[in-house]
Nanobody, 114 residues
Framework: VQLQAFGGGLVQAGGSLRLSCAQT????????MGWYRQAPGKQRELVAS???????NYADSVKGRFTISRDNAKRTISLQMNSLRPEDTAVYYC?????????WGQGTQVTVSS
C-alpha cells in the first residue's frame, strides 16, 4: 500500500491550491488521516487531520483557510488551501495512521511567493 500525494506547485500569496493523496490498496483499521508539512530548517508539523468519524482538527495557523476532506470510495484525502501565505511554503505530506502501522506519502512541494 502506498500514498501518492500530488497537487503542489507555485502560487502567489492569496491564491489557492488543492492537494490530493491517493491510497493504492486497502488500509485496514484506519484511525486518523492527515496532512503534515515541513519547511526548510523546521520540524514537520501537523496541518490538518480527520478521524474516521469525520471530526477535523487544524493547526491554528491554517484555521479558516484550509479544509481537509476524504472520499472513502475513492480512497483519497484532500486539502483545499485558500488565502495562501508565504509562510505556508513547505513540503506537504499525507499521512494515514492505522492501528498497527503509519503510512506516509512522498511529499509534494508547495511554494507561495509574496
Amino acid at each position: 500500500v502506498q500514498l501518492q500525494a500530488f497537487g503542489g506547485g507555485l502560487v502567489q500569496a492569496g491564491g489557492s491550491l488543492r492537494l490530493s493523496c491517493a491510497q493504492t490498496g486497502i488500509i485496514f483499521n484506519i484511525n486518523v488521516m492527515g496532512w503534515y508539512r515541513q519547511a526548510p530548517g523546521k520540524q514537520r508539523e501537523l496541518v490538518a487531520s480527520i478521524i474516521v468519524g469525520g471530526s477535523t482538527n487544524y493547526a491554528d495557523s491554517v484555521k479558516g483557510r484550509f479544509t481537509i476532506s476524504r472520499d472513502n470510495a475513492k480512497r483519497t484525502i484532500s486539502l483545499q488551501m485558500n488565502s495562501l501565505r508565504p509562510e505556508d511554503t513547505a513540503v506537504y505530506y499525507c499521512n494515514v495512521e492505522a492501528t498497527y502501522r503509519t503510512y506516509w506519502g512522498q511529499g509534494t512541494q508547495v511554494t507561495v511567493s509574496s
